[in-house]
């Protein structure tokens, strides 16, 4: 079994698609993905545009080579996947999901490399952010409408701003739940690790989006998880964020607001790297929840009981505020074509999109 790593650059793509796209693939998943998803070997062929005997043999060829089988054919029933060839799918999506924000860095990096070299006259913009399935459309934007190349590191929203004060980028991606200020309030987690890194007088808040983060559970919620205290049920095992990331200090400030102890929830230190490997766990079985974005449960057609709603923030420093590239970004996110893209996207909201706002208008514990 083996995994193909491919890309395709073409440096004058259409807006908002990427220049440089990094590709993961294995024929072998992309059969059986078919295969879940249409329900049978003759309507998989079809939409493969292969023949059925040449998809069979390929199925056949692989169970040869793994020692199990990866299909199942009951009397009388169309062909599904077995346990071995659903364990097997839903182990591949989630090590994708997991690789996420590296493949988009080194998709990144690669586009940005080709495309100085294609095209002289663009612009490089150092960029350190927590990882957003919106981020990739801002950069795209950016590029195509003020040939500016957004060069993005992801990182922990506390890390992006240490970066930013060390110097070492322009701007900032993170994420605040200000909707709730028994989140955001001075000595949360949220104010202890995102806010001392915050610096009244130097930093300025360029709005990017509202998200939805919540409880991914299975499809119909057969649990019936209705919010956080529901999570200490025994029969519950929950899938959790990294230690440092944005949504792991969200979901521990409110576990404390809820005087839960992280050690009566199953499952707390089962930790994934992105929202997407979150959400593959649970539609996988290994876990009855997860917490993350309501966009990541679409992608993996699973339920989500929202719990808050935060504020994606883009951070720069005051100084370069009126410097033509900042001012270049806060238009596109201003832009129609950018609010409809992210509207586009599942819990998400652009309105206030590119609003500059300052630190004591916003943060709870300047107010």
């Known amino acids: 079994m083996s995994v193909t790593l491919s890309y395709r650059f073409s440096p004058n793509r259409l807006p908002a698609l990427p220049s440089c796209e990094l590709q993961l693939q294995n ?6 993905s078919a295969i879940r998803e249409h329900g049978s070997i003759g309507r998989a062929a079809k939409s493969l545009d292969v023949s059925y005997r040449h998809l069979w043999g390929e199925i056949k060829e692989q169970e040869a080579l793994l020692g199990a089988s990866l299909l199942t054919c009951e009397h009388g029933q169309a062909a599904r996947l077995s346990e071995f060839g659903e364990r097997l799918l839903w182990a591949e999506k989630r090590t994708l999901a997991r690789l996420l924000p590296d493949a988009e860095a080194l998709a990144a990096k690669i586009d940005h490399d080709l495309l100085l070299a294609a095209r002289p006259t663009l612009r490089s913009l150092a960029v350190s952010a927590s990882h957003d399935l919106l981020f990739s459309t801002l950069r795209d934007c950016v590029r ?35 909707n709730d200020e028994h989140l955001c309030r001075r000595g949360s987690h949220v104010h202890q690790e995102i806010g001392r890194h915050l610096r009244l007088g130097d930093h300025k808040l360029i709005r990017m989006a509202s998200r939805d983060q919540g409880l991914m559970v299975r499809r119909g919620n057969p649990l019936g998880i209705a919010g956080i205290s529901d999570l200490t049920r025994p029969e519950i095992r929950i899938v ?32 994934e790297p992105t929202h997407l490997s979150v959400a593959a766990s649970v539609a996988a079985g290994l876990a009855e929840c997860g917490i993350g974005l309501r966009a990541a449960a679409v992608r993996f057609d699973l339920d989500f009981v929202p719990l808050v709603t935060e ?42 999109a590119g609003e500059v706002i300052s630190l004591r208008g916003v943060l709870p514990w300047y107010k």
């Open 27 to 32: 024929q072998l998943f992309i059969l059986l």
């Open 240 to 271: 959790n964020r990294q230690t440092g990331s944005g949504t792991r200090i969200l979901f521990d400030e409110l576990l404390r607001h809820h005087q839960i102890a992280p050690d009566a929830i199953r499952g707390y230190d089962s930790e």
């Open 144 to 178: 195509t409408h003020a040939e500016i190349l957004l060069d993005v590191d992801f990182v922990g929203s506390a890390a992006a701003l240490e970066c930013l004060n060390q110097g070492s980028c322009v701007l900032a991606g993170m994420h605040l739940p200000l």
């Open 311 to 352: 504020q994606y923030f883009i951070v720069c420093r005051k100084a370069l505020l009126k410097a033509e590239p900042v001012c270049a970004i806060i238009e596109v996110l201003g832009s129609t074509e950018f609010k409809y893209l992210a509207e586009a996207l599942p819990g998400y909201s652009a309105i206030g």
